[in-house]
C-alpha cells in the first residue's frame, strides 16, 4: 500500500465465510496479516462485512458474533492503524437493500447497523453502508422498501454499490 501511495483499506469480510472454524481461522489470519501490515507500514484500516449469500435469520449469529470476536479477542478497536471517524472505529456493512433476491431482511439489516453503533459494549462505530446505486428512489437495483430509507440516516456514511 505504501509503494503505491493508499493511505488504507477496508479488508472484506464475508458473513457466509465466519461460520466454519476452517473459513473463520483463513479470515483471522488474513485480518492478522493485514493488521499488522499496516502497523508496520504506517497505513491505516478497517473491516467491511459483506453480506452476500446470508440467509435469513444468520447476520445477527454470524456477523454480530464475529465482530465481538474480533473486538475481544483480536482487540482491532484498540490497534493504532485501525480507522476512526470523530474518535470512533469505522465498520462497514455493503450489500443492504439491493433487489437481487437477496434472503436476509431489511429489518435483519437495520438490527446490525444499530447493534454496530448503539451497542453498549460493541457499538459505538461509525457505520459505513454499502447501498444500491438507486437507493434513494427505490429502483431498479434497490428493493422497492421504504425501510431502506429508514437505515441511512443523515448522519450515516454511504458507500454506494456498482
Given at each position: 500500500m505504501e509503494e503505491y501511495g493508499i493511505d488504507g483499506v477496508f479488508l472484506q469480510?464475508?458473513?457466509?465465510?465466519?461460520?466454519?472454524?476452517?473459513?473463520?481461522?483463513?479470515?483471522?489470519?488474513?485480518?492478522?496479516?493485514?493488521?499488522a501490515g499496516a502497523n508496520l507500514h504506517g497505513r491505516t484500516w478497517a473491516m467491511m462485512y459483506d453480506l452476500s449469500?446470508?440467509?435469513?435469520?444468520?447476520i445477527e449469529k454470524r456477523v454480530m458474533e464475529d465482530w465481538k470476536l474480533l473486538v475481544d479477542r483480536m482487540k482491532i478497536r484498540e490497534d493504532q492503524a485501525y480507522l476512526h471517524h470523530e474518535g470512533k472505529p469505522v465498520v462497514a456493512v455493503w450489500g443492504v437493500g439491493f433487489s437481487d433476491g437477496r434472503k436476509y431482511s431489511?429489518?435483519?439489516c437495520e438490527h446490525l447497523v444499530q447493534s454496530l453503533k448503539e451497542d453498549p459494549e460493541y457499538g459505538e462505530n461509525t457505520v459505513k453502508i454499502g447501498l444500491s446505486t438507486h437507493w434513494r428512489t427505490l429502483a431498479r437495483d434497490a428493493v422497492a422498501d421504504k425501510k431502506l430509507h429508514g437505515i441511512v440516516p443523515l448522519q450515516t456514511s454511504l458507500v454506494h454499490g456498482q
Open positions: 469480510r464475508f458473513g457466509v465465510s465466519v461460520k466454519e472454524s476452517r473459513r473463520l481461522n483463513h479470515c483471522n489470519v488474513v485480518t492478522s496479516n493485514v493488521q449469500g446470508m440467509q435469513p435469520g444468520a431489511l429489518e435483519e
